[in-house]
């Protein structure tokens, strides 16, 4: 069981930048894949990004890339999500997960969760 807990979720402007955090129990977190999704009130929760387990590998959706990156720290289990440029479409929970494979885009495929923090653009 790995327990996953997000923060730095917040309200901020178009334009704004936030960080979000992930902290795993896992002693052996490098061994995991990572990966942030996010979920807007009524509609499904989608990938974001993801990172392989040595760091080396990103992926984005494209609706982030360019404005969002994702970078992880294996001593300190934890995973990063630097948001630069926010939109008020980029308003969601967003969630870390963790799976011990490679990185996937497909929900589904991850096998553990964190609870969420609310990212809420607005001006």
């Known amino acids: 069981q790995v327990h996953l807990v997000e923060s730095g979720g917040g309200t901020v402007q178009p334009g704004d930048s936030l960080t979000l955090s992930c902290t795993a129990s896992e002693r052996t977190f490098s061994s995991y894949a990572m990966g942030w999704f996010r979920q807007a009130p009524g509609k499904e929760r989608d990938f974001v990004a993801g990172?392989?387990?040595?760091?080396?590998?990103?992926y984005y959706a494209d609706s982030v890339k360019g404005r969002f990156t994702i970078s992880r720290d294996n001593a300190k289990k934890a995973v990063y999500l630097q948001m630069n440029s926010l939109k008020p479409e980029d308003t969601a929970v967003y969630y870390c997960a963790t799976r011990l494979t490679g990185v996937s885009t497909i929900r589904g495929e991850y096998d553990y969760w964190g609870q969420g923090t609310q990212v809420t653009v607005s001006s």
């Open positions: 990172i392989s387990r040595s760091g080396s590998s990103t």
